[in-house]
């Protein structure tokens, strides 16, 4: 029951920050002013964004996309009608289900663990290595 409440709350973290940024961050530097805009451009330069792809160019936008579809691959073989080979799915599809399934997608989480270091390092709003949130990811995957 405590793997559910984890996982539970990784999927709401990754929820609200998720939506801080399509909600709010990405909202207010696509349609900020010149003068608004005018002391970002030091970390996004000269360039304004256009659109939400932009974003999504950069390497901590692509690293985030990944994890999560790699936790919810994670998440999805986890169910026990996929974990304990119950789905009703066609019989080529049926063997990719299953324990081994769930056992293996969960080993993609060193991806993730590699992926989260990377996104934190590329966080936009700081140049210096000492203030970015990477030292913090690598403080809770060593507890």
């Not at 349609?31 to 451009?41: C, I």
């Not at 690293?63 to 073989?77: E, F, I, P, R, S």
């Not at 974990?83 to 989480?109: D, E, M, V």
Request: aromatic letters at 18%; hydrophobic letters at 50%.
């Amino acid at each position: 029951m405590s793997m559910q409440v984890v996982a539970f709350g990784i999927a709401v973290g990754i929820g609200l920050h998720a939506i801080s940024h399509l909600a709010c961050d990405f909202p207010r530097l696509l349609h900020a002013k010149n003068v608004e805009f005018e002391p970002m451009k030091k970390f996004f330069g000269d360039e304004r964004p256009e659109n939400y792809g932009w974003f999504m160019k950069g390497t901590d936008g692509w690293t985030g996309v990944t994890m999560v579809v790699l936790m919810l691959v994670a998440y999805v073989l986890a169910q026990s009608w996929f974990r304990r080979n119950r789905a009703n799915l066609p019989k080529s599809l049926k063997r990719l289900t299953g324990f081994n399934a769930f056992w293996y997608s969960h080993h993609l989480f060193v991806i993730v663990y590699v992926l989260l270091i990377v996104h934190g390092y590329f966080v936009y709003l700081s140049k210096e290595w000492y203030h970015k949130t990477v030292r913090i990811h690598i403080f809770f995957l060593a507890s």
